[in-house]
C-alpha cells in the first residue's frame, strides 16, 4: 500500500503540465520587445509583447499558426533547418515549449493576438496560406501578417516528414516578403492532440541562444528528452505495482503446501505382509 500511495502522489506532477503548446520568437534585428521577456514561462507572453512600447516598431510582425504544433515537432527539426537557423542567427529570440494553455497566452487567442497587433498600431492585417498565391505588400507600409500553415494531424514518421516539408514552406513564403525588420512569432491556434508534460524549467525547443540563454555545446538535438514524464509513468507503474503484485503472487504459489499423503491402509501390516 505504501508503493501505492507513492505512485498515486506523483500523478498530480506528471499531468500538472498538460494543455501546452510551444512559443518560438525571433527578430531580423536586436528587439527589446523580446529582450524584456521572462526567459521562463509567463501565462501572459501575448499579453506582454502586445502591451510593450515597441511593438510597432517593426516594419511587420509576423504570426506563424501551425495548428496541432507541439514542442516535439520542433524538436525532430534538423539545425539546418530555416526555424533552427532563424533562431540561431537572430540577436533577439525566446522559446517557450511548454506554455500553459489559459488565459491570454491560450493557443485559441493566437488570431486575436495578431488582430489586436494590427489595432494597436493601425497596421494593414494580411492572411496567406502558404501554396495559395501571395498578397500584394509594400515594403513601405507596415502590416501584420498571418501565415496560416498546413495542420500537423498525423504520427509518427509522417508526421516527422511533413514537418520537414512545412519548415521549407515557411522558409519560401517569408523569403518573399518585403520587411527588413521583422519580428516572428511561431505557435499554434489548435492545440495537439498528443500532450507531453515537462515542468516550466524545460531546455529551450530546439537547443538555440537566446538573448539571456549561453548556446549549447550539443547539437539541435543535445538535450532532447529520452525519458519524457509518461514514459516514468509507465515505469513507476511497472516497477511500484505489477511487480510487487508478482512477487507477492509467486511467493502465495510457493508457500501453498500439498504433499502426497503416503499413509497405509487401515489393518495393513508390514510384517504380516513380509511373512506372506
Not at 489595432?119 to 501554396?131: A, D, F
Not at 500537423?152 to 519560401?172: I, P, T, W
Request: aromatic share 6%; glycine share 4%.
Amino acid at each position: 500500500m505504501t508503493r501505492l500511495a507513492f505512485l498515486f502522489s506523483l500523478l498530480p506532477v506528471a499531468l500538472a503540465f498538460s494543455d501546452t503548446f510551444p512559443i518560438v520568437a525571433w527578430t531580423s534585428h536586436s528587439s527589446n520587445v523580446l529582450s524584456r521577456l521572462p526567459s521562463t514561462h509567463s501565462a501572459d507572453l501575448f499579453k506582454t509583447i502586445l502591451l510593450d512600447e515597441e511593438i510597432c516598431v517593426h516594419d511587420a510582425v509576423i504570426v506563424v499558426d501551425q495548428p496541432g504544433l507541439h514542442a516535439s515537432d520542433l524538436r525532430s527539426l534538423p539545425s539546418n533547418s530555416h526555424i533552427a537557423r532563424s533562431l540561431n542567427a537572430s540577436t533577439s529570440s525566446r522559446q517557450y515549449p511548454y506554455v500553459r494553455h489559459d488565459g491570454y497566452s491560450s493557443s485559441g487567442d493566437l488570431i486575436s493576438f495578431a488582430q489586436s497587433v494590427s489595432e494597436r498600431c493601425n497596421t494593414r492585417l494580411v492572411s496567406l496560406m502558404p501554396g495559395y498565391g501571395h498578397a500584394s505588400l509594400d515594403a513601405g507600409e507596415k502590416a501584420v501578417v498571418v501565415v496560416s500553415l498546413p495542420e500537423l494531424s498525423v504520427e509518427g514518421y509522417a508526421r516527422k516528414s511533413n514537418m520537414l516539408k512545412h519548415d521549407e514552406l515557411l522558409e519560401s513564403t517569408l523569403s518573399t516578403l518585403p520587411y527588413s525588420q521583422h519580428l516572428t512569432i511561431y505557435s499554434t491556434s489548435v492545440l495537439p492532440t498528443h500532450h507531453k508534460r515537462q515542468s516550466p524549467d524545460s531546455p529551450p525547443v530546439l537547443d538555440l541562444p537566446s538573448t539571456s540563454v549561453a548556446p549549447p555545446k550539443g547539437g539541435i538535438l543535445a538535450r532532447y528528452q529520452l525519458l519524457t514524464p509518461g514514459l516514468i509513468l509507465v515505469l513507476l507503474i511497472v516497477v511500484g505495482v505489477l511487480l510487487p503484485i508478482i512477487y507477492f503472487g509467486i511467493q502465495a504459489l510457493a508457500s501453498i503446501q500439498s504433499p502426497v499423503r503416503m499413509d497405509a491402509p487401515k489393518g495393513f501390516n508390514a510384517a504380516d505382509k513380509k511373512n506372506q
